[in-house]
């Protein structure tokens, strides 16, 4: 595939639930990222990985979010429990090396989650 | 920490004329900042990329300056069309954030035919 993908695209679940969202980034990018955007807002970050490491979560909200990439490429978004202010559109992106001055971050289309 | 401000939140112009788009933020420490375009439902679609040593970018119709030390970029869209509606949303990354984009909340465009 030439971008970055999500799936699904939309999810509904029920407060209390577990959700997977997954991305799989464009071929050869070994860096990854994981955002949150709520309506009417900017993308808000959640955690970067640089291969199958997770460099920086810093902005994951609770420990009810967790994020895995085992190999390096596919990664999942990963939410226990999941509560109605969780409801907003999962954005994944990728880039090259993940260096900051010149890497262009490339977004997936995103996962709308909606927890009723 | 860094915050990112957009203003418009909202505009609406004729077909043709061109435009500015302003964005705001708080430390001027940043790797570089990026223009990116929204489109409903949609993700986004980086526009430019202005490393921290530059001025200027330019793309097409688009033209996007940065000013470091005041905090300030603008995108200039030259002769406005329909299909430039959308969503634009600026955004750094500052030098202590490892790669994290920080993000204004956008400013949502409509082109009238």
């Known amino acids: 595939g030439a971008g970055v993908s999500q799936t699904p695209s939309n999810k509904v679940t029920e407060k209390g639930k577990y959700v997977e969202l997954r991305c799989d980034p464009i071929s050869g990018h070994t860096a990854l990222y994981w955002y949150r955007q709520s309506l009417g807002q900017g993308p808000e970050f959640l955690i970067y990985?640089?291969?199958?490491?997770?460099?920086?979560d810093s902005g994951l909200p609770n420990d009810r979010f967790f994020a895995v990439r085992p190999e390096g490429s596919v990664s999942t978004l990963k939410i226990q429990r999941t509560e109605r202010g969780d409801s907003a559109v999962y954005l994944c992106?990728?880039?090259?090396?993940?260096?900051?001055?010149?890497?262009?971050?490339?977004f997936g289309p995103g996962t709308r989650l909606t927890v009723l | 920490k860094q915050e990112v401000t957009q203003i418009p939140a909202a505009l609406s112009v004729p077909e043709g004329e061109n435009l500015v788009l302003n964005c705001s933020f708080t430390d001027s420490a940043i790797y570089n900042l990026q223009w990116f375009r929204q489109d409903p439902g949609k993700g986004l679609t980086s526009l430019l990329l202005i490393q921290s040593s530059q001025r200027e970018q330019t793309s097409g119709r688009l033209n996007a300056s940065l000013d470091k030390s005041s905090g300030r970029s603008t995108l200039y869209i030259a002769a406005s069309q329909p299909g430039d509606s959308a969503t634009y949303l600026c955004?750094?990354?500052?030098?202590?954030?490892?790669?994290?984009?920080?993000f204004g909340s956008g400013t949502q465009l409509t082109v009238l035919p």
């Open positions: 990985f640089q291969g199958t490491g997770a460099a920086d």
């Open positions: 992106a990728s880039s090259l090396t993940g260096g900051a001055g010149f890497d262009t971050q490339y």
């Open positions: 955004a750094v990354i500052g030098r202590g954030s490892a790669r994290q984009l920080t």
